[in-house]
């Protein structure tokens, strides 16, 4: 599987560069992100413009490794996705599960705003 890494200040945009990601393929990709954790920049933006098919499996390991995620305090953001991808994902009722935008950008203003409110409950 292809993917791409962009470390931002705040995050690392991850971009799978394949048309299927498969349920294996989701796992490699799960060790892959959920190493990243360790790192000072936890958050992930996870793009996935080119993927256009997906094993059901794959989508709930996504779903579990944001959940991993945001347990760990840390935002995962999927963004960019094919309307072949987002419309799979509706029909298995995965999609409301995901934190799911359009663009980088406003994936950016998500982890901005978690971000904050991380700090503010640490403030409490």
């Known amino acids: 599987m292809k993917v791409k890494t962009d470390t931002k200040e705040k995050f690392h945009a991850i971009s799978v560069e394949t048309e299927h990601l498969s349920a294996n393929m989701a796992a490699e990709l799960k060790e892959q992100l959920t190493a990243l954790l360790q790192s000072s920049n936890r958050n992930i933006v996870l793009k996935l ?8 499996e794959a989508a709930e390991t996504l779903v579990k ?48 705003m978690e971000e904050i409110e991380r700090e503010l409950d640490e403030g409490l």
């Open 65 to 112: 490794v944001q959940q991993k995620f945001y347990e760990a305090n840390a935002s995962f953001v999927i963004c960019e996705l094919s309307a072949q991808t987002e419309t799979f994902l509706d029909k298995e009722n995965l999609l409301e599960l995901m934190n799911i935008t359009r663009t980088e950008s406003e994936a950016w203003d998500i982890i901005q």
């Open 49 to 56: 413009p080119l993927v256009t098919s997906l094993d059901k």
